[in-house]
């Protein structure tokens, strides 16, 4: 589905039509649909990209734009609008307004948003492409269920102390880094911060894995400010779901353009 564009038109007017011939002229399949609910739903999987032109219907405007939300959260699409000012202002108060990745209001410059698509094109791709994921945990016992759980999503490597981490970190470059907090060797703070100090590592997102949840020991955790935490009795389903937030946030959330 790359470079495709599900393209809701809810105005007839002449810029959605030169929006959609320059999108189109920049190589983007775009599939273009009326603001109809079962229309969308319809083609909700013919693309992770959807830019809806806003109706100029208040009511229908906000029932679309609910569901076109619902979509996003659940199906990590990313949602751009486009429009009249003052439907743009409503769109905004809505509830979940924060799943608008980008939002353009006539006097729109149409080559800037094609150029904001081809990037958002780009990171659509980089969230799709399979990432590699280093667990450093002491637990053989915990890495094997972790390598079962997540080898059909991921690239998984484990590693089991600290020296052996450095090492592998030396010759690779892992899109994540899941760390135990409490490393037999080397606690987790000793360890954050020698790959956070070395310029080869620094980059690499690190979250923790604990198997404490008390209000305490998740405070002594951020305070330290990894780039998440994880709980070791987390089951399969919330540990996918956490993960690939996680990656959406860094792809997408950092990205937007609003």
Not at 10 to 26: C, H, M, Q, V, W
Not at 69 to 85: D, I, W, Y
Not at 241 to 246: A, E, H, I, Q, V
Request: glycine share 4%; charged share 25%.
């Amino acid at each position: 589905m790359k470079n495709s564009i599900l393209f809701i038109e809810g105005s007839d007017g002449f810029i959605p039509k030169a929006i959609i011939k320059k999108l189109r002229e920049a190589r983007f399949e775009l599939i273009c649909i009326e603001d109809d609910l079962d229309e969308i739903t319809y083609n909700r999987n013919s693309a992770d990209m959807i830019f809806y032109y806003l109706s100029s219907d208040s009511s229908h405007m906000q029932r679309t734009l609910q569901y076109l939300f619902e979509l996003c959260q659940n199906g990590n699409k990313t949602l751009t609008l486009a429009g009249e000012p003052f439907n743009m202002a409503k769109a905004k108060k809505l509830d979940s307004s924060n799943l608008i990745y980008a939002s353009y209001q006539r006097p729109i410059n149409i080559d800037g948003l094609v150029q904001n698509m081809l990037a958002l094109s780009n990171s659509h791709a980089e969230f799709n492409r399979t990432k590699s994921i280093l667990i450093i945990d002491d637990d053989n016992d915990f890495l094997q269920v972790m390598h079962h759980w997540l080898k059909c999503d991921y690239k998984i490597d484990a590693v089991r102390s600290s020296n052996e981490a450095i090492k592998y970190l030396s010759r690779f470059r892992p899109d994540l880094i899941m760390l135990d907090y409490e490393m037999p060797e080397s606690d987790g703070y000793q360890m954050l911060d020698r790959i956070r100090k070395s310029p080869m590592t620094s980059n690499i997102p690190i979250v923790f894995l604990t198997g404490k949840n008390d209000r305490e020991s998740v405070m002594s955790i951020l305070k330290l400010k990894p780039d998440g935490y994880l709980l070791k009795s987390m089951c399969k389903d919330e540990l996918l779901d956490s993960l690939n937030r996680f990656f959406a946030t860094n792809i997408f959330s950092q990205k937007k353009k609003r």
